[in-house]
Each structure stands twice: as C-alpha cells, then as structure tokens.
C-alpha cells in the first residue's frame, strides 16, 4: 500500500503527540523502483529505515513502527535486523514468521499446492502477468479497484486470493468502484501508481521470497521478541486468515492480540476500532516510558549519516549501481491546509498530465528519495516541489511513529479478502515471507 494507506490513521497518532514518518518504500512513488531485487528485501529496508531514523534524528530512542501486510512483514524483520531502533510496535494483519535458520526453502508454488492455496494471488503477482497488461493510468486504475474490492453488478470480484484476476472484468471497466476509496481517493492511488512506474516496482516485493530466505540465515535471535507489540487481527482476512497466528505468542516477551471485525483492509473498513487499540497501546507504553530517558542507541548502519552532498542529500544504500537518496528535511516543508482531499492532506504526488502508457520495464528514477517527510504546519515548500506526500509533524513527546506501508496490492476476493503471510503455525512448513 502507499502511506496513504494509513490516511485514516494519521489523525489519531498526532493527537498523542507522536511525530509521524511515512516512508515511501522501494518501489513506490516517488522513490526509485529498480529492476534489481536486492534493495526490496526486508533486511535492505531495514537498513534503510535505520539510515533515515538516523539522518532524521529519531533514532535516539527509538521508534514506534506502525505497520499492515508487507508493512507489517517489514515490521517483524526491522525489530530482529535493528532491534535498538524499535522501542513498540504494532503490526496489522500479518502474522509474525519466525526465522527458521536450519529449514529448508520452500517454494510459494509448494505453498500454494499444500498449506496455503491462498496464496495463489501471489503467483499471479509475481509473474509478470500484471506489468505487461497494466500500463496506461486507466489500466492501472481499473486493477487497483480490483485489488481494493471492486466487484460487477452481478456481486463478482475482480480480483480474488485463490482465483486470481478477471482481466475481462477489469480491463472492460466492468467493475463497480470499491467502496473502500472515494472517487478521489481512486484517482489519487492510480497517478501516484502510475508516476512511479506502474506495477512492476510495487509488485518486485512479491519476487524477493528466496532472498529473504537466504538473509533470515544470519539473524541472530533467542527466539524471543523483547519489543512491547500490539497485533491486530482481520476476524475475515481470507489471505491471512485467524488461525495463521496461533501459537505466535510463543515468540514474545510482550505481546497483545486483539482481533478487530472485518477483512485485510481493516485499517479503513473499522478504522475508528483501530484506531482506539492502537491509540491505547501506545499511549500505555508511552506512560510506562520517563520523559526524556533515551534507552535505545543507533549504531554503525552501514551507511554514515552524515555523508551529505552539496544538494542537501544523503546517500543511504547502493545497489550495484542503483542508488538511494534521502533528501534533506528541508526540502519537504509543508503548511497543513486543512483540506479535505489527499493531495492537500498528504502533499501532492504526481503532477498533472495526459493519460498514457507507464513505462513499466524501465528503472525508478536514480536519485528518487528512498523517503521523505513534509513538517506539519511549519515551514513552506517550494512550489516545484511536488513530489513528495509524506508526512512529518514535530514530535511533543520524545520518539515517533513510523508508518510502513505494504509491498503491494492484494486482497481477498477483490482485494477485500487480503493478502498473506505465512504464520507461525507453518513453521514445519518451511513458509517465509508473503502477503
């Protein structure tokens, strides 16, 4: 999902004071997009994610990690690969998956035949199918109302967990507009899609399953969690269905389940329930915490912080050849207008233009910010400076929040359903990373 993902979630955080961060991940508009799979896996990321703590100064101390689907897969790894950057999370929908260093790697195609035929979606997702059909902004917004739940008049879903993708119904524009986006919500998901590239980037995290395999090898853990964690789970998310996490808890020094009503897109469908549980978590773990007490230090991240360049960047990571930047702070001041549409909450994304073909196969743009912020209502930006919809409010209280966002577009059927992850009860399974 994009950080938009969390539009619903945004006002709750700030009202507890929290500094909110949400980064645009790899793949998505308007960080880069490369071909190159290695800067999509989640121990990559999470060395990202330590760079930008660090270049944005709220390292000290740790953050909160708020995190849904792949967001949430992110989450579980982020508090194993930098565990002195993770004072509290909370993870949505997606099961945690333990390391499982001596197992063997199970293919998703054994997955999908065995344990988990809801899984299916991710075939059709990481085969290239969905790049070489969707590539004008029209394309890419039909499939995208597919995955968020879009159905026909006869109550069909366009896309479905175990049955795949209509592209007769999605391509005719035979789907009904989901009712989990507005019309400008809609349109709003599909520029930012498109200017980014269209599918291919988004879709690349569905692609990195063995790479994260062969990272979990070097994790170094007791078997325990030590960070304080709320789960939510979708009572009828049918990707990542309830019983996916039993026996998690197993894993945990300090974790709190709480089932919410409703299907993977929780966190729009029954936002205000959400909302109240992660409000109560988080305002529970911010009382438990002294005023100012730092506990947790940023060590070497493997990329120095303080390397700027005269333009006011950073260089977080490189990837044979691809880079990322994080630009400065600075660059990304913006005054809250207050007004009621996305590109005025979240900054606007993408400019204005024809409607055409995305260049799918083509690499993100070098030199695209692998994240970004926008601060709150100080400061101004200048008006070439429409990239970015990140949002970034100072912080009343010590630590923030940060918001991941999914690697992609699932759902049940019609997105509605959801995506998946394997959970702990496959642990014999071999399973690793979905959703």
Known sequence: DLPAGYRHQIPALLALGLRVLLPALPGYHPSAAPTDLAPYTLRSISRDLAALAAHLGCSEGGVYVLGHDWGGALAWRLALWEPQLVRGMVVV?????????????????DLVAG????????????????ERKVRSLEEVRGFLNAVYGGRSREGKFGFDATGGV?????LSGGLARTTLMSEAELEYYARTYAAGGGMRGPLNWYRTRKLNWEDDKE???????????????ASNDMALPVWMAKGMGRHFEDLKTVQVPGTHWVLVQKAEECNKHIGAFLSEQMAKENAGESKLKIHDQKADPTAHDPNGRIRAREHEG????????????????GVEDLDGKLGRSVEEGEEGDVASDGEGAEGTQVAAVAEGDEGGRDE??????LVDVPAKE??????EGGGADEGGPGGVGEEADEGDDLEDDGEGEGG
């Open 93 to 109: 929908c997606t099961p945690f998956d333990s390391p499982k260093p001596g197992s063997p790697y199970v293919p998703i195609e």
């Open 115 to 130: 344990p988990l035929p809801q899984f299916a979606y991710q075939l059709t997702l990481a085969s290239g199918e969905v």
């Open 166 to 170: 209509d592209w007769g119904l999605i």
């Open 219 to 233: 994790i170094k853990w007791d078997g325990k969690m030590k960070v304080p964690t709320l789960f939510l789970q």
């Open 322 to 337: 691809q880079e990322f930047v994080i630009k400065g702070e600075e660059e990304y001041q913006q005054p809250s207008k």
């Open 384 to 389: 070439d400076q429409q990239d970015s919809f």
């Open 398 to 403: 010590e630590g923030g929040v940060g918001a």
